[in-house]
């Protein structure tokens, strides 16, 4: 049966296979995503709580559950990065400008070192650890930006 295809056939077929693989590489990205964002909306709303209730409501149970909803809001987000950057590289999904730009050496280098540290569960006081919290003014915003740019983007492919 495949012989009696014609060429325009079997390109179609190629494209039709090609489009199903690509969306299905952005559904898996899209899911990473999310596990992202729940522990971003979580340390969100802490963050929220103590700012309405007064730092002296940042109990030490409170400070252990922010840094929980750090570790791991960023630990999946570097694997999405990471992801995102394998799929693009490739060729398995378009790039992204705005993803791109957003992607910047220093942001990716402080997050895979933090998420380092958190995954193979280095010591409290590891220097990757404490680097992130040089940059913490900056770099939960920058992640929050970052996530809506990966939502903008994982829309418009889904939409075409």
């Known amino acids: 049966m495949e012989s009696k295809l014609t060429k325009e056939d079997r390109v179609r077929r190629a494209a039709t296979e090609k489009a199903g693989r690509t969306q299905k590489h952005l559904l898996s990205l899209h899911h990473c995503l999310v596990r992202s964002d729940v522990m971003r909306h979580h340390h969100d709303a802490l963050v929220a709580e103590v700012s309405h209730d007064g730092m002296e409501a940042f109990t030490a149970i409170k400070k252990v559950r922010l840094f929980a909803y750090l570790a791991f809001w960023f630990t999946a987000l570097?694997?999405?990065?990471?992801r995102y950057e394998e799929l693009r590289n490739s060729g398995s999904i378009p790039r992204d400008p705005e993803v791109d730009r957003l992607l910047t050496i220093e942001f990716k280098g402080i997050v895979k070192r933090f998420r380092n540290s958190v995954a193979h569960c280095a010591d409290h006081d590891d220097q990757r650890t404490l680097e992130f919290f040089d940059h913490e003014a900056k770099v939960p915003d920058h992640a929050t930006s970052l996530?809506?740019?990966f939502h903008a983007y994982i829309r418009k492919q889904k939409s075409q």
Do not use: D
């Open 147 to 149: 996530a809506a740019a």
């Open 78 to 82: 570097a694997g999405v990065i990471e």
